[in-house]
């Protein structure tokens, strides 16, 4: 019997959504992260230069991509020594997330740990094994039934980094539970106080010699606009990505032969990363100069594609004052109760949407 899974939270922004598409300038969606531009052209290309795919895909991937995987690591995040058994592909990163506690053999009893202001789908690959959540961003709050913690850094809502420090001592800590420990990494190139990326939990300096029990989890869905080509991956610890692996055979989990050729193309080009930031960057600077002259606070977002806003009000209450001004945000309590009095606001909306959004909060 498959255990309960909480609502779809997304159908209760229904009713505001209808009512941002009545304004007469049309809705400004900054409630989902989903990209609006342009996938690059070298990207593309590959693609299609793939489409010839009439042999099945590795599951564990092409030696190539592998290897790209493993080069990427180490020129952009700082982590050296990895070989091709240390990295797989996987269908987007949301299914490794979900997936994971199925994945692990997970089941009732066992905790999952998530931080505070969280990813819905860190849970929800929680229900569907029965096993229980523990939302804390505190590792020696980490009881000994943990079997799973969850990372995501930078964080999705709140754009959070952890230091090099905190991560060693949550590995630290997972390892004495004896849990796995995963970092879901997807927006590390976009961090807006620095030309570099995010700190990763591979990295040397936490990992203090041993990789066990610590994953890496990315996609190329922000960075590259691939979020239709459903392109990420998992590096981490040998054994535990083979025993991954293992099973991921059986059930068939296997990015599709022209989206692996897509991925290597994408891992191997920087330029289109840093003018994607940039785009990105703009937008942001402008939403934040509106929204604080509107009396908004942006607490964290320090990375990644949302600001996290608040005016000291109920989040619906915010959502619906925006949905009234034809601007569609989601609400903070969609991450948990840390985020009641929040709102997430993607920068994914092309530059005339967002001068849009600018212009109206002006009137506010």
């Known amino acids: 019997m498959t255990h309960a899974l909480p609502d779809f939270p997304w159908d209760l922004l229904t009713p505001y959504g209808d009512e941002a598409r009545a304004h007469p300038g049309g809705i400004v969606d900054l409630s989902v992260g989903s990209p609006v531009d342009a996938t690059p ?15 099945y895909p590795a599951t564990a991937g092409s030696p190539a991509l592998r290897e790209a995987i493993v080069a990427w690591y180490a020129r952009r995040r700082g982590v050296p020594d990895l070989t091709t058994d240390n990295v797989i592909p996987t269908i987007g990163s949301k299914e490794f997330v979900a997936l994971l506690p199925t994945l692990l053999g ?20 929680a229900a569907v094994v029965g096993a229980s959540v523990l939302s804390s961003d505190d590792p020696a709050e980490w009881p000994a039934e943990t079997k799973l913690v969850w990372l995501n850094s930078p964080g999705n809502p709140d754009g959070r980094v952890h230091s090099l420090e905190f991560l060693r001592s949550a590995v630290a800590r997972a390892r004495e539970l004896g849990a796995v420990i995963a970092n879901d990494e997807c927006y590390a190139e976009l961090d807006w106080s620095s030309d570099e990326p995010t700190p990763s939990i591979l990295h040397p300096e936490v990992t203090q010699g041993s990789r066990r029990l610590t994953l890496s989890v990315y996609s190329l869905s922000k960075q590259s606009n691939l979020a239709g080509y459903r392109a990420g991956f998992v590096a981490g610890c040998s054994e535990l990505v083979g025993e991954l692996l293992a099973v991921r055979k059986h059930l068939g989990l296997m990015p599709p032969a022209p989206v692996q050729a897509a991925m290597i193309a994408a891992l191997g080009d920087e330029q289109h990363v840093a003018a994607q930031k940039e785009l990105y960057r703009r937008r942001r600077d402008a939403l934040v100069g509106a929204l604080t002259a509107s009396g908004f606070r942006i607490d964290g977002s320090r990375a990644g594609l949302y600001l996290w806003a608040t005016r000291d009000e109920d989040c619906w209450q915010t959502v619906a004052a925006l949905a009234r001004r034809g601007i569609l945000v989601a609400p903070g309590s969609f991450y948990g109760a840390a985020g009641a009095q929040h709102v997430r606001i993607a920068l994914t909306a092309s530059d005339e949407r967002v001068d849009e959004a600018v212009s109206r909060l002006g009137s506010w």
């Open 41 to 55: 052209a070298p990207v593309r290309e590959a693609l299609a230069a793939a489409t010839d795919a009439h042999a």
């Open 106 to 125: 997970l089941g009732p009893g066992d905790v999952v740990v998530q931080p505070t202001a969280a990813y819905p789908s860190y849970a929800v690959g």
